[in-house]
């Protein structure tokens, strides 16, 4: 996985936590920058309606030109997703300045920030990403 990440094939986004007892804190995701090689590894290069991966797909997807945004407009953000041991999840977590910017990628599902993450940390923001919002989110170089 090392040689991999200094390959610049994938790239590790690691468990945000503040040390509550709740919190997953050693963990991480991996994500890849390349979909095609991604796909090419588990051999499906079906379309989107009959992926049964679509929703790891578009959070891929999102994170990476998520990423591309920021790096184009110089902005630096530590980036994570967090988990808590009874399994409430926020794909993805932008923090600068101390402030908490979270998003949920949803390629057609409704959902709500988890109550405890909103509880934990009340002055975050939150976002579900959709298609429809998807222009608006890449597009955005602030975080929240």
Same mark, same amino acid.
């Given at each position: 996985m090392d040689l991999l990440e200094k390959s610049f094939i994938i790239?590790?986004?690691?468990?945000?936590?503040?040390?509550?007892?709740?919190?997953?804190?050693?963990s991480f995701k991996v994500y890849f920058y390349d979909l095609g090689i991604r796909n090419t590894l588990i051999q499906n290069y079906n379309a989107l309606s009959q992926r049964p991966?679509?929703?790891a797909l578009w959070?891929?997807?999102?994170?990476?030109?998520?990423?591309?945004?920021?790096?184009?407009?110089?902005?630096?953000?530590n980036? $994570?997703?967090?988990r808590t041991y009874d399994q409430q999840e926020i794909d $993805?977590?932008?923090?600068?300045?101390?402030?908490l910017a979270g $998003?949920?990628?949803?390629?057609?599902?409704?959902?709500?920030?988890p109550k405890s993450f909103v509880e934990t $940390?009340?002055?975050?923001?939150?976002q579900v990403i959709t298609p429809d919002s998807f222009e608006k989110?890449?597009?955005e170089e602030s975080v929240g």
């Open positions: 790239f590790r986004l690691r468990a945000f936590s503040r040390n509550l007892r709740k919190e997953i804190a050693k991966d679509l929703g959070e891929n997807f999102c994170i990476i030109e998520r990423m591309k945004t920021l790096h184009y407009h110089r902005k630096h953000v980036r $994570y997703f967090w $993805y977590i932008e923090e600068s300045g101390g402030v $998003y949920e990628f949803k390629w057609n599902k409704k959902t709500t920030v $940390y009340p002055n975050s923001t939150f989110f890449v597009r």
